[in-house]
T-cell receptor, first 116, second 112 residues
């Protein structure tokens, strides 16, 4: 079974430029998550989707971050414009159902973003 | 400063020893806990989970203990191997919020 796929794996951009990350969850997984992970810290949730609906985006900085999950499968996370402090690893995860139901979240390898 | 978070707590053990990694969680209403292993350049990988109505759960070479009185979670790894070297995170699910909150990781270094 293929795992969660993310691309690109690495991205270096100058500040004020836009950037987008793509995620393909495990087939059949209804729930998709985007996390931000700073160096040496645990992942922090940015947004959670149930199918195509964003059900928790309370931690997403909406002035510069946006996300979409068209057709309830693939998802993209965008930053425009990027700031130096956005340098981090952006992780995508998916699960059959939400965490409260006890369903395991499967993580992708992440996209390491460096903003210069 | 920029180095905050780089200085992860580190546990160094010899191959074959048993390892115990500890985690203090913050919310007494959390009802589900997970341990994740994260190797360099990879996403977190599920190891074992436990619900709040249990105090112990065993897997293959791993045991998770939950002490709700002091809000403490531990991961025990038996016969630690070099392949166990990674950063380990505990995560708690806050009841009603359907959101995992990750703790500060612990780096496990296993020497042959």
């Amino acid at each position: 079974e293929a795992g969660v796929v993310q691309s690109p794996r690495y991205k270096i951009i100058e500040k004020k430029q836009p950037v987008a990350f793509w995620c393909n969850p495990i087939s059949g997984h209804n729930t998709l998550y985007w996390y931000l992970q700073n160096l040496g810290q645990g992942p922090e949730l940015l947004i959670r989707y149930e199918n195509e609906e964003a059900v928790d985006d309370s931690q997403l900085p909406k002035d510069r971050f946006s996300a979409e999950r068209l057709k309830g499968v693939d998802s993209t996370l965008k930053i425009q414009p990027a700031e130096l402090g956005d340098s981090a690893v952006y992780l995508c995860a998916s699960s059959l159902e939400a965490a409260e139901a006890g369903h395991e979240q499967y993580f992708g390898p992440g996209t390491r973003l460096t903003v210069t | 400063g920029e180095n905050v978070g780089l200085h992860l707590p580190t546990l160094s053990v010899q191959e074959g020893d048993n390892s115990i990694i500890n985690c203090a969680y913050s919310n007494s209403a959390s009802d589900y806990f997970i341990w994740y292993k994260q190797e360099s350049g990879k996403g977190p990988q599920f190891i074992i989970d436990i619900r709040s109505n249990m105090d112990k759960r065993q897997g293959q070479r791993v045991t998770v203990l939950l002490n709700k009185t002091v809000k403490h979670l531990s991961l025990q790894i038996a016969a630690t191997q070099p392949g166990d070297s990674a950063v380990y995170f505990c995560a708690e699910n806050r009841a009603g919020f359907q959101k995992l909150v990750f703790g500060t990781g612990t780096r496990l270094l296993v020497s042959p």
